[in-house]
Protein backbone atom coordinates (compact mmCIF):
# COMPACT_ATOMS: atom_id res chain seq x y z
CA UNK A 1 0.00 0.00 0.00
CA UNK A 2 1.45 3.66 -1.14
CA UNK A 3 1.83 6.22 1.70
CA UNK A 4 2.96 9.60 0.76
CA UNK A 5 4.10 11.76 3.64
CA UNK A 6 4.27 15.87 3.03
CA UNK A 7 6.45 18.03 4.44
CA UNK A 8 7.11 21.69 4.33
CA UNK A 9 6.51 25.48 5.77
CA UNK A 10 2.66 26.35 6.01
CA UNK A 11 3.78 30.10 6.18
CA UNK A 12 5.25 31.76 3.15
CA UNK A 13 5.75 35.17 2.40
CA UNK A 14 5.11 36.80 -1.27
CA UNK A 15 7.89 36.81 -3.48
CA UNK A 16 9.13 34.20 -2.33
CA UNK A 17 9.15 30.38 -3.04
CA UNK A 18 7.28 27.79 -1.41
CA UNK A 19 8.73 23.92 -1.11
CA UNK A 20 7.31 20.81 0.06
CA UNK A 21 8.53 17.34 -0.01
CA UNK A 22 6.67 14.46 0.07
CA UNK A 23 8.28 11.01 1.14
CA UNK A 24 6.87 7.78 -0.06
CA UNK A 25 6.94 4.25 1.17
CA UNK A 26 5.39 1.30 -0.52
CA UNK A 27 6.50 2.05 -4.36
CA UNK A 28 9.50 3.87 -5.56
CA UNK A 29 9.92 7.37 -7.27
CA UNK A 30 11.80 5.75 -9.85
CA UNK A 31 9.40 3.31 -10.82
CA UNK A 32 9.01 2.81 -14.48
CA UNK A 33 5.43 2.30 -13.84
CA UNK A 34 4.02 4.97 -12.02
CA UNK A 35 4.46 8.91 -11.95
CA UNK A 36 4.61 11.19 -8.77
CA UNK A 37 2.25 14.63 -8.86
CA UNK A 38 1.41 18.22 -7.52
CA UNK A 39 -2.09 19.08 -6.95
CA UNK A 40 -3.89 22.12 -5.19
CA UNK A 41 -7.07 23.14 -4.38
CA UNK A 42 -8.65 26.02 -3.37
CA UNK A 43 -12.28 27.50 -2.94
CA UNK A 44 -10.99 29.88 -5.97
CA UNK A 45 -9.40 27.54 -8.20
CA UNK A 46 -10.80 24.22 -6.81
CA UNK A 47 -8.77 21.22 -7.27
CA UNK A 48 -5.69 22.50 -9.95
CA UNK A 49 -3.01 19.89 -11.27
CA UNK A 50 0.37 21.37 -11.22
CA UNK A 51 2.92 18.89 -12.37
CA UNK A 52 4.46 15.75 -12.12
CA UNK A 53 7.79 13.88 -12.53
CA UNK A 54 8.15 10.24 -13.84
CA UNK A 55 11.18 7.81 -14.55
CA UNK A 56 10.82 5.88 -18.09
CA UNK A 57 14.59 5.33 -18.75
CA UNK A 58 15.39 8.69 -18.10
CA UNK A 59 13.74 11.56 -15.69
CA UNK A 60 10.71 13.50 -17.34
CA UNK A 61 8.32 16.69 -16.15
CA UNK A 62 5.07 18.12 -17.02
CA UNK A 63 3.74 21.26 -15.64
CA UNK A 64 0.76 23.09 -16.17
CA UNK A 65 0.65 26.00 -18.33
CA UNK A 66 -0.70 28.51 -15.32
CA UNK A 67 2.17 27.86 -13.38
CA UNK A 68 5.53 26.21 -15.98
CA UNK A 69 7.27 29.71 -15.93
CA UNK A 70 7.50 29.14 -11.93
CA UNK A 71 7.45 25.10 -10.96
CA UNK A 72 9.97 22.63 -10.56
CA UNK A 73 9.69 19.31 -9.44
CA UNK A 74 12.82 17.22 -8.26
CA UNK A 75 13.25 13.84 -7.58
CA UNK A 76 15.35 12.37 -5.01
CA UNK A 77 16.02 8.86 -5.74
CA UNK A 78 18.14 8.44 -2.10
CA UNK A 79 15.55 9.30 0.38
CA UNK A 80 12.58 7.88 -2.23
CA UNK A 81 10.90 11.44 -2.59
CA UNK A 82 9.92 14.13 -4.72
CA UNK A 83 9.92 18.00 -3.90
CA UNK A 84 8.09 21.18 -5.39
CA UNK A 85 9.27 24.46 -5.67
CA UNK A 86 6.91 27.12 -6.76
CA UNK A 87 8.51 30.50 -7.37
CA UNK A 88 7.45 34.18 -6.77
CA UNK A 89 3.98 33.29 -5.13
CA UNK A 90 1.25 35.36 -4.23
CA UNK A 91 -1.97 34.74 -2.41
CA UNK A 92 -3.48 33.90 -5.13
CA UNK A 93 -1.41 30.88 -4.04
CA UNK A 94 -2.70 29.71 -0.95
CA UNK A 95 -4.11 26.75 -0.97
CA UNK A 96 -4.26 23.08 0.29
CA UNK A 97 -1.35 21.34 -1.81
CA UNK A 98 -1.38 17.41 -2.11
CA UNK A 99 1.37 15.41 -3.26
CA UNK A 100 -0.62 12.21 -5.40
CA UNK A 101 0.82 8.94 -7.71
CA UNK A 102 -0.52 7.92 -11.08
CA UNK A 103 0.51 4.53 -12.09
CA UNK A 104 0.95 3.93 -14.41
CA UNK A 105 2.10 7.32 -15.53
CA UNK A 106 -0.28 7.39 -18.65
CA UNK A 107 -3.37 6.96 -17.04
CA UNK A 108 -3.17 10.24 -15.61
CA UNK A 109 -5.77 9.53 -12.56
CA UNK A 110 -4.05 9.59 -8.90
CA UNK A 111 -4.47 6.65 -7.25
CA UNK A 112 -2.97 7.59 -3.68
CA UNK A 113 -2.93 11.11 -1.93
CA UNK A 114 -0.95 12.50 0.52
CA UNK A 115 -2.84 14.27 3.60
CA UNK A 116 -2.46 17.64 2.08
CA UNK A 117 -0.68 20.85 3.50
CA UNK A 118 -2.38 23.79 3.57
CA UNK A 119 -0.35 26.74 3.19
CA UNK A 120 -0.84 30.08 3.39
CA UNK A 121 1.24 33.39 1.34
CA UNK A 122 0.90 35.86 3.44
CA UNK A 123 3.21 38.74 4.72
CA UNK B 1 -7.98 23.64 -21.39
CA UNK B 2 -11.03 21.29 -21.35
CA UNK B 3 -13.53 22.52 -18.71
CA UNK B 4 -15.68 20.07 -16.84
CA UNK B 5 -19.10 21.07 -15.29
CA UNK B 6 -20.57 19.09 -12.75
CA UNK B 7 -24.33 19.28 -11.86
CA UNK B 8 -26.23 19.32 -9.75
CA UNK B 9 -23.83 21.01 -7.65
CA UNK B 10 -25.97 19.91 -4.04
CA UNK B 11 -27.84 16.50 -4.26
CA UNK B 12 -30.14 16.20 -1.08
CA UNK B 13 -30.87 12.61 -0.75
CA UNK B 14 -31.84 9.69 2.11
CA UNK B 15 -29.58 6.64 2.32
CA UNK B 16 -30.57 3.68 0.68
CA UNK B 17 -31.66 6.13 -2.16
CA UNK B 18 -30.29 6.58 -6.17
CA UNK B 19 -27.75 9.18 -6.81
CA UNK B 20 -27.07 10.18 -10.57
CA UNK B 21 -24.29 12.94 -10.69
CA UNK B 22 -23.71 14.51 -13.83
CA UNK B 23 -20.24 15.81 -15.69
CA UNK B 24 -20.37 17.54 -19.16
CA UNK B 25 -17.26 18.66 -20.95
CA UNK B 26 -16.34 21.24 -23.16
CA UNK B 27 -14.61 19.47 -25.50
CA UNK B 28 -14.66 15.75 -26.08
CA UNK B 29 -12.49 13.89 -23.36
CA UNK B 30 -13.39 10.29 -25.18
CA UNK B 31 -13.48 8.46 -22.48
CA UNK B 32 -10.76 9.46 -20.32
CA UNK B 33 -12.75 10.64 -17.21
CA UNK B 34 -12.22 10.16 -13.40
CA UNK B 35 -14.24 10.25 -10.43
CA UNK B 36 -13.53 10.89 -7.15
CA UNK B 37 -14.70 11.11 -3.60
CA UNK B 38 -13.55 13.52 -1.24
CA UNK B 39 -15.03 14.01 2.24
CA UNK B 40 -14.05 16.96 4.75
CA UNK B 41 -10.46 17.34 5.88
CA UNK B 42 -9.72 14.42 3.67
CA UNK B 43 -7.66 13.97 0.56
CA UNK B 44 -9.95 12.85 -2.23
CA UNK B 45 -10.18 9.38 -3.14
CA UNK B 46 -9.87 7.71 -6.88
CA UNK B 47 -13.20 5.92 -7.38
CA UNK B 48 -13.41 5.29 -11.23
CA UNK B 49 -10.77 5.88 -13.89
CA UNK B 50 -11.43 5.92 -17.33
CA UNK B 51 -15.07 6.21 -17.28
CA UNK B 52 -16.23 2.54 -15.96
CA UNK B 53 -13.54 1.13 -14.30
CA UNK B 54 -13.89 1.43 -10.53
CA UNK B 55 -10.36 1.46 -8.78
CA UNK B 56 -8.96 -1.12 -6.48
CA UNK B 57 -11.18 -1.69 -3.30
CA UNK B 58 -14.17 0.25 -4.47
CA UNK B 59 -17.56 -1.24 -4.08
CA UNK B 60 -19.87 -2.21 -7.13
CA UNK B 61 -22.62 0.15 -5.88
CA UNK B 62 -20.46 2.95 -7.95
CA UNK B 63 -20.30 2.64 -11.41
CA UNK B 64 -19.49 5.18 -14.45
CA UNK B 65 -20.77 5.68 -18.06
CA UNK B 66 -20.69 8.26 -20.66
CA UNK B 67 -18.52 9.19 -23.51
CA UNK B 68 -17.40 12.10 -25.48
CA UNK B 69 -18.35 15.42 -23.76
CA UNK B 70 -21.26 13.86 -21.09
CA UNK B 71 -20.76 11.24 -18.35
CA UNK B 72 -22.29 10.38 -15.40
CA UNK B 73 -21.39 8.97 -11.79
CA UNK B 74 -24.08 6.58 -9.91
CA UNK B 75 -24.04 5.41 -6.58
CA UNK B 76 -27.03 2.21 -7.04
CA UNK B 77 -28.05 2.82 -3.14
CA UNK B 78 -26.14 5.42 -1.07
CA UNK B 79 -24.85 4.24 2.14
CA UNK B 80 -24.23 6.54 5.03
CA UNK B 81 -20.48 6.96 4.58
CA UNK B 82 -21.05 7.88 0.58
CA UNK B 83 -22.28 11.50 1.37
CA UNK B 84 -19.38 13.72 0.48
CA UNK B 85 -18.63 15.54 -2.77
CA UNK B 86 -17.81 14.54 -5.71
CA UNK B 87 -14.98 15.61 -8.35
CA UNK B 88 -14.66 14.61 -12.14
CA UNK B 89 -11.18 14.46 -13.66
CA UNK B 90 -10.42 14.33 -17.68
CA UNK B 91 -6.94 13.24 -18.72
CA UNK B 92 -7.46 13.40 -23.10
CA UNK B 93 -6.78 17.43 -22.88
CA UNK B 94 -3.64 19.41 -21.24
CA UNK B 95 -3.49 20.07 -18.29
CA UNK B 96 -5.89 17.56 -16.80
CA UNK B 97 -8.39 19.10 -15.06
CA UNK B 98 -10.78 18.48 -12.60
CA UNK B 99 -14.98 19.68 -12.32
CA UNK B 100 -15.99 22.29 -9.31
CA UNK B 101 -17.55 18.76 -7.41
CA UNK B 102 -21.01 17.81 -6.59
CA UNK B 103 -22.48 18.13 -2.54
CA UNK B 104 -24.32 14.96 -2.29
CA UNK B 105 -26.05 15.77 1.73
CA UNK B 106 -28.43 13.58 3.53
CA UNK B 107 -31.71 15.00 3.09
Known amino acids: QVQLQQSGPRLVKPSQTLSLTCAIS??????????WDWIRQSPSKGLEWLGRTYYKSKWYNDFAPSVQSRITITPDTSKNQFSLHLSSVSPEDTAVYYCARNSPAELLSFDSWSQGTLVTVSS | EIVLTQSPATLSLSPGERATLSCRASHSVVSFLAWYQQKPGQAPRLLIYDTSNRATGIPARFSGSGSGTDFTLTISSLEPEDFAVYFCQQRSGWPPTFGGGTKVEIK
Open chain 1, 26 to 35: GDSVSSNNAA
